[in-house]
């Protein structure tokens, strides 16, 4: 056992490592009786591919460089793809990320061939959650159409397109299923005897997770959707998914108790305080799947989720055994098999399989193994701190480990405060090598599932209403200082990092407090008069509205809040990276926020990166981004940290 400092164990998890393990695999589904999903290719440009397991075991990756699987709908993407067999083989459809066109692919025949046409209005037409229907010859999806440059010129319909390729250069030939209701729409789900359908919409200045309505449509002779009426949700109401039974019976996730828990036909079917669904960052999250027993797949849980089966006549369910805690919202039934997508505090995401006619699981996909000895990873601590007024912040402490060093006697370690996106949204429970890329050099990290998190219940969740720049500010200070309160963290050497609405929360942590000594902000909002006004995407162009309160009533409240409005109140060294092709925190929030600080004498980096939107995909983008953050870390706290570029910090 050697003795160093903090922050200056040698590690061999290294920023290429970590970068080469980022990303999940996402939306599974079923092909017949193979499984498939898309999983992550961060050396090929950060796109993602599609993943076929054949019945025997074998797998293999369908779509070659540069095909990539991925939807814009939303600009947060959804559901990209769908199969079935068609004739014995496999036909498949998937939105290709660079010209958003929806495509058909036989893997056995020819080259994917366009369904859909491009269109050089605004951004185009998207599609997401494709559903095959070979009866009619169609895919049923949804339709995200520009009508004019600006990001609000959009509509958005339930809506099928020919498989036989008429509408491949021909918009008239995709035929809408029903007339412009409202602002957002999911994937039309069709019962099993195909009479009805259902899906969830929205209106702004509603996000999906304040209130959302599940509509029903009886579906006509010619394959419209006729007589669509509410049957549940509302404006403080959010109905989360909706699925059919077997046997005809709609089941879906609501959390008009303040849990979003399930319902069958209105009526509750296992009532608890946890959670059956969540946030609907992306078109088609599944958190539950009928079987065709009659029990359902569930994902559920209170702060983490994990997989289990209930029984909706007895209500009792039963969770699957094995080392996974934190299941993604990604699931499929097929017979009496359950596809899901699951990880731990020792193991990455990988696709699991249960049969639930003995209650087995095993891997079939993305199997996680381990590139370095174990010994090298964290050992996360469950933690519930105190905040302002005694309310309860929730929290993931990731302390220093490593099998060989330890710091001298009476040292205590820097810590890194961690604030995830969102801000609706939460940090999992799960291995992440960017976050043993730290631990394992003797830097701690804080995740901080700040008030206006999700999966401790809507008023947990509603922390954050009119309150973003508060609430959240407040509970990752109220975590760093009890940190270093009770000896844990030295409270000289704390940081903050996060990007997004976490990068948000970073930006305000250091301009209203002076907790840390530093901070890694990457592709955050700082202006939120200017964000709310057209510097973003639809999908959040009205957030503002239910996190800080309407622009027209409270605009003083917009220039209290915003980073940009306090440039002279920063003077702790920070970190900026930026993707240039980011149009949901787009680069000019950075370069207004750059320009106040300028003459400031405040030590600094900005970082930006072609090729990258919101989040980084691409293998060396990551390894650059990670690196820089440890040097500014090395500099601000005194680390000695061999092998990694100095970053330039410019005053």
Known sequence: MQTMAYGSWPSPIGAALAAAH???PEWVGFVGDETWWTEPRSA??????????????????????????????IEYGGQPWAGTVRDGQPLVVFVHFADQRLYAYEPSGAPPRPLTPVSPVGGGLR????????????????????????PGDVRRVPAAVPLDGSAAEDRGAVRELTGERHRFVTGPRLSPD???????????????????????????????????????????ESVAQAEWSHDGRLLHASDRTGWWNLYRDGAPVCPRE?????????????????????????????????????????????????????????????????????????????????????????????????????????????????????????AHIYPPRHPDCAAPEGELPPYVVWAHGGPTSRAPLVLDLEIAYFTSR???????????????????????????????????????????????ADRARLAIRGGSAGGWTTAASLTTTDVYACGTISYPIFDLTGWGTGETHDFESRYLESLVGPLAEV???????????????????????QGLDDVICPPVQCERFLTRIEGRRV???????????????????????????????????????PDIRKLELSE
């Open 22 to 24: 980022d990303g999940q």
């Open 44 to 73: 090929e440009g950060g796109r993602r591919t599609l993943v076929r397991r054949r019945a025997d075991g074998t797998e293999e990756s369908v779509l070659p460089a540069p095909w990539n699987v991925r939807s814009r709908v």
């Open 127 to 150: 599609w997401a959650e494709p559903v095959l229907d070979l009866v009619r010859g169609e895919v049923w999806c949804v339709l995200e159409e520009f009508t004019g440059d600006g």
């Open 194 to 236: 195909g009479r009805r359908a259902a899906w969830l919409a929205w209106d702004h200045p509603r996000m999906p997770w304040d209130g959302t309505e599940l509509v029903v449509a009886d579906v006509g002779e010619d394959g419209t959707l006729r007589g669509a009426r509410t049957v549940a949700g509302g404006p403080e």
């Open 274 to 394: 946890e959670e059956f669904g969540g946030p609907l960052w992306k078109l088609g999250h599944r958190w539950f799947a009928p079987l065709d027993s009659g029990l359902i797949a569930v994902v559920h849980g209170h702060g983490a989720k994990v997989l289990g089966i209930l029984d909706p006549e007895t209500g009792e369910v039963v969770d699957v055994p094995g080392p996974w805690t934190e299941f993604a919202p990604t699931l499929a039934a097929h017979g009496d098999r359950v596809v899901a997508v699951g990880a731990g505090p020792h193991r990455g995401y990988e696709v699991v399989e249960l049969d639930t006619r003995t209650g087995r699981t095993r891997v079939i996909g993305a199997p996680h193994s381990d590139p370095v000895d174990p010994a090298h990873y964290p050992e996360p601590r469950i933690r519930t701190f105190t905040g302002p007024g005694g309310r309860e912040v929730h």
């Open 442 to 488: 003797g830097i701690g990290v804080a995740e901080v599932n700040y008030g206006g998190s999700t999966g401790y219940g809507r008023e947990y969740r509603d922390r954050l209403r009119e309150q973003w720049g508060v609430v959240d500010v407040e509970d990752c200070a109220a975590v760093a200082v009890a940190l270093a309160d009770e000896g844990t």
């Open 555 to 577: 605009p003083e409240r917009y220039a209290e809040r915003s980073p940009s409005e306090h440039a002279d109140k920063i003077t702790a060294p920070f970190l900026l990276l």
């Open 603 to 641: 030590p600094h980096a900005y970082l930006t990166f072609e090729g990258e939107g919101h989040g980084f995909r691409r293998a060396d983008t990551m390894v650059r981004a990670l690196e820089a953050e440890l040097s500014l870390y090395a500099q601000v706290f005194g680390l000695t940290v």
